[in-house]
């Protein structure tokens, strides 16, 4: 049943560009229930070929951090460079790292 | 043959246009592009039997010519495809009456004799099995939507109702693209389009209407007002200004 709202809800839409590749943060759109959304998400993001998999999930189920939390949040990893593993030697040769 | 390729360009042609005047105008942005989607999915079909039919015509004519440049008695599409927009439910309802029907013509029509209308016909299915699945979805939401959505989805379809049994109904040309094989056998779909009707009318809480006395004659030429008034707007531009390209 669709609610008597002025505008429809909300749905963000992950898509996956081929198999094997995560699914991506691509946009959002207004959709009447879940498989709507799929469906509209197909039309408005999937017209050239974009993607072989969709997700919608609503967006009001999305917890976001807060901007004005960054510093707490994220600033403490800064100083810390010794947890990017960049402090080895690597064997010549040896590709994709 | 002629015949029979333009009863199948001239429906996804017309359709297709008016698909194409909800452009910029949908309810909202996603179903706006959703009905430009499939007015493009449309055309491109239409393309594909124009250029079939323009071929064995051999007399030099495209595509085009027969687009724009036949007058509305030359056009064998079905009056249902003609029939105005009106309102978003008016819409919904038109498609699901024709792809209902589409779906399960294009899936006979694979098996055709003829082997480049089978191969346009698996092509276009898979377009139309998501047209079917648009419209599908979209009947049952506005009809076990809100008062206001069943009432207008209701009132399209006791409108329309009378269109559609041109859309199972053969024309001369039609039975005899049966009898030589590269037709469809109206006869034998329609179970499978009377049993997806009901499926879909009765899940979106919907009342059949009555079958009662059926509009007929686009399929020979003889159509409602409407369709020379789309006429006059889709052929406008190659009227005024013949053989202009860009």
Redesign the interface.
């Known amino acids: 049943?669709?609610a008597?709202h002025s505008e429809?809800p909300l749905w963000e839409v992950f898509i996956r560009s081929h198999g094997g590749l995560n699914h991506k943060h691509v946009g959002s759109?207004?959709?009447?229930?879940a498989?709507?959304a799929l469906?509209?998400a197909?039309?408005?993001y999937t017209?050239r070929m974009e993607g072989v998999s969709i997700w919608v999930v609503p967006s009001t189920a999305i917890t976001a951090s807060d901007p004005a939390d960054t510093d707490p949040f994220f600033e403490p990893a800064k100083d810390k460079i010794y947890r990017h593993p960049t402090f080895y030697d690597i064997p010549e040769g040896l590709k994709h790292m | 043959m002629r015949d029979f390729l333009l009863l199948l360009a001239d429906n996804t042609q017309i359709l297709g246009h008016r698909l194409g005047e909800w452009c910029g105008h949908g309810p909202e942005l996603e179903i706006d592009m959703a009905m430009t989607n499939l007015a493009l999915d449309l055309i491109g079909q239409s393309r594909n039997y124009y250029q079939y039919a323009a071929e064995l015509e051999g007399a030099g004519r495209t595509e085009d010519d027969l687009a724009y440049l036949r007058d509305a008695r030359e056009f064998r599409n079905c009056l249902l495809v003609e029939q105005p927009n009106g309102d978003f439910a008016r819409t919904v309802a038109r498609n699901f009456l024709f792809d209902s029907w589409h779906f399960f013509f294009l899936e006979a029509l694979c098996q055709s004799s003829d082997e480049r209308l089978a191969a346009i016909a698996v092509k276009s299915l898979k377009e139309v099995t998501y047209h079917l699945r648009w419209s599908s979805e979209w009947v049952i939401r506005l009809g076990d939507g809100t008062e206001e959505s069943h009432r207008r989805i209701q009132d399209a379809f006791d409108h329309l109702w009378t269109y559609r049994g041109e859309l199972l109904t053969p024309a001369p040309f039609e039975t005899e693209a049966t009898s030589a094989g590269y037709g469809v056998d109206l006869l034998s779909i329609k179970p499978r389009v009377e049993e997806k009707l009901t499926d879909i009318l009765s899940r979106a809480t919907l009342r059949r209407p009555e079958d009662a006395w059926m509009q007929s004659g686009g399929k020979t030429g003889r159509h409602s007002e409407h369709l020379g008034y789309l006429l006059a707007e889709m052929q406008y531009v190659q009227r005024a200004y013949p053989n202009s390209v860009w």
């Open positions: 049943m669709m008597n429809f759109l207004h959709a009447a229930d498989q709507m469906e509209h197909r039309d408005v017209r």
